[in-house]
């Protein structure tokens, strides 16, 4: 078997929509939708291991801090293990007032009792029924005509409304699914939703949910869009109804036909944080919520740690958030292309000049630091990089703003390295191989241990000092018109080593009045060739003394 060369003779093009003067694709999102995370049972039912108590408890807990106001908990007529997690928040008196919790059940007599039994005593709380309405379903998997799945929805509709009756104490809502919608034919979709409502008679002040599922993603976004737009269009009492959606991955736009649809008329998202669910997964509210937060609409749901929401995410589903993943992935910050490293680092800089809080940093729409994601991690150093990533490692890590041009001078060292290692550098091997090149706390170099600088009655400058070299110390001293300019004198007259400074830089290290400071010298020997030094102290005075030392030491004979 293999991919056939005419395709079609097998699979069929999707039925677009006739909906000619749509209005969805001239529409913008302007505020957040209500959010349902399935996470305890969409999501949980699609795990290889599903969820214990512990794990489901400790996902429930998260879901309420990041700030889901509704949750799916899960599906009580299947089993012990779902049905007494329920009782146990119920029990517990672990559902915060301003949060409603929901179950899931199939359109059968025992599951719906079962169902509402498992949720007596709380609060307020949704019932979330469904029937499978595509012909697909209806011929293959049912053999059943309309009628007879209209009255599936029906029926289930009667006995929601019984039930409720049964447990005065709670505030009910109801949930209808005419599931397999995006599959099934628009008309009859609205029949099914328009008898269930008929027989519950929601108001807009009690309004039912109607949720509208993409129970198997099998058309481009767009299509989902036209669906939602036509339903919403053509439903009577629509102002009665929330219009909830529901996608799938299974073509790799489950979260653009959540978009359009909202664009469309939805008024309500479902999902999973990170997209789990079954086959390739559910609508990520993760992504969902942070593309609405980088158009500056506030989602209402809060990832300012979006780290510790991986951490138990993991924990709890067993399975790893891809490296790529939308917003939360380990990688989705991170730059190891030398062009892309030098844009976000001129970005950077150019925000610390501004006035405004208005985010503008190539390559990042969103700041990494509203998730609580650390700036060393976006510039990353492999053999791809450029010199504008180890700066910005060395800047993060050590301080220090090398000089443009000092920046090509080390970037070859940090090429060698990496081609060499064949791995990526983190900030110790970049750190390590600097404090290497330019000679940085090394013995076997020249390396100044203490000096005095003093005013000749002429009006220079003495420069008189100890410098260590191969584990020996040596008293010297040197004259010129600065202070630079006399330690340039004491090593050619001590050491031998002649030196002319082309060009000095400095900046402190940290603020404060104990900051420390870094100084950088751009030298020529006597055949012309350029070094670098770098000196690092306390005071600017004496890192510039070690900067000398520093570019002298490429210079130092042997």
């Keep these: 078997m293999s991919m056939l060369k005419d395709p079609s003779v097998k699979y069929r093009p999707f039925p677009q929509i006739n909906i000619p003067d749509r209005t969805w694709p001239s529409k913008v999102i302007e505020k957040a939708p209500r959010w349902l995370s399935t996470d305890l049972r969409d999501g949980n039912q699609s795990l290889i291991d599903p969820m214990g108590a512990e794990k489901k408890n400790r996902f429930f807990d998260l879901l309420v801090k990041v700030g889901l106001k509704e949750i799916e908990v899960g599906f009580p007529s299947a089993g012990a293990t779902e049905y007494d997690f329920i009782r146990g928040l119920v029990d517990q008196g672990r559902v915060p007032d301003d949060?409603?919790?929901?179950?899931?059940?199939?359109?059968?007599?025992?599951?719906?009792?079962?169902?509402?039994?498992?949720?007596?005593?709380?609060?307020?709380?949704?019932?979330?029924?469904?029937?499978?309405?595509?012909?697909?379903?209806?011929?293959?998997?049912?053999?059943?005509?309309k009628p007879q799945v209209r009255g599936i929805a029906e029926n289930a509709a009667k006995l929601l409304r019984d039930n409720a009756a049964r447990f005065p104490q709670t505030k009910w809502q109801f949930e209808y699914s005419p599931e397999t919608f995006s599959t099934a034919e628009l008309d009859f979709s609205?029949?099914?939703?328009?008898?269930?409502?008929?027989?519950?008679?929601?108001?807009?002040?009690?309004?039912?949910?109607?949720?509208?599922?993409?129970?198997?993603?099998?058309?481009?976004?767009?299509?989902?869009?036209?669906?939602?737009?036509?339903?919403?269009?053509?439903?009577?009492?629509?102002?009665?109804?929330?219009?909830?959606?529901?996608?799938?991955?299974?073509?790799?736009?489950?979260?653009?036909?959540?978009?359009?649809?909202?664009?469309?008329?939805?008024?309500?998202?479902?999902?999973?944080?990170?997209?789990?669910?079954?086959?390739?997964g559910n609508c990520c509210l993760v992504t969902v919520a942070m593309n609405m937060y980088t158009q500056g609409v506030a989602p209402g749901l809060d990832f300012s740690d979006i780290d510790e929401v991986i951490q138990t995410v993991e924990y709890c589903n067993q399975l790893p958030v891809a490296e790529r993943h939308p917003y939360g992935g380990e990688l989705v910050f991170t730059a190891f292309s030398g062009s892309h490293q030098d844009a976000i680092k001129k970005g950077f800089a150019a925000q610390e000049q501004r006035n405004d809080q208005l985010w503008a940093v190539p390559y990042l729409p969103i700041d990494p630091a509203d998730l609580g994601r650390s700036y060393e991690a976006v510039i990353r150093v492999n053999s791809q990089s450029g010199k504008g990533g180890f700066a910005w490692v060395l800047e993060q890590d050590q301080g220090l703003k090398l000089p443009k041009k000092m920046q090509a001078h080390f970037s070859r060292h940090v090429q060698e390295l990496a081609d060499q290692l064949g791995r990526e550098l983190v900030a110790g091997d970049i750190w390590d191989v600097f404090q290497r090149v330019y000679y940085v706390n090394d013995p076997q170099h020249l390396q100044l241990v203490d000096y005095e600088e003093a005013r000749a009655p002429d009006g220079t400058r003495v420069f008189a000092g100890k410098i260590g070299v191969d584990g020996q110390e040596r008293s010297v001293s040197g004259r010129g018109n600065g202070l630079i300019s006399s330690v340039v004198a004491t090593l050619a007259e001590h050491f031998g080593v002649e030196i002319s400074v082309k060009d000095y830089s400095e900046h402190a290290l940290s603020a404060g009045s104990e900051a420390k400071a870094a100084a950088y010298i751009e030298a020529v020997g006597p055949d012309g060739q350029t070094v670098w030094g770098v000196g690092l102290d306390n005071d600017i005075a004496t890192a510039s003394v070690r900067a000398v030392l520093s570019a002298a030491n490429a210079l130092k004979p042997a």
Aim: proline content about 5%; glycine content about 6%; aromatic content about 6%.
């Design 99 to 145: 949060v409603l919790i929901q179950v899931l059940t199939q359109a059968r007599e025992d599951l719906i009792k079962t169902s509402f039994e498992s949720l007596a005593g709380i609060h307020s709380a949704i019932v979330h029924v469904y029937n499978a309405v595509s012909p697909l379903w209806r011929n293959v998997v049912f053999g059943m005509e």
């Design 190 to 280: 609205i029949e099914c939703c328009e008898a269930v409502m008929n027989i519950l008679q929601p108001t807009p002040e009690n309004p039912i949910i109607l949720n509208l599922p993409a129970t198997v993603e099998c058309a481009t976004p767009n299509v989902y869009a036209d669906q939602i737009e036509y339903f919403c269009r053509n439903l009577p009492n629509r102002e009665s109804a929330v219009i909830s959606l529901h996608t799938h991955n299974d073509r790799g736009t489950g979260v653009a036909a959540a978009e359009l649809g909202l664009m469309a008329g939805a008024d309500r998202v479902e999902g999973c944080l990170f997209g789990n669910g079954e086959r390739t």
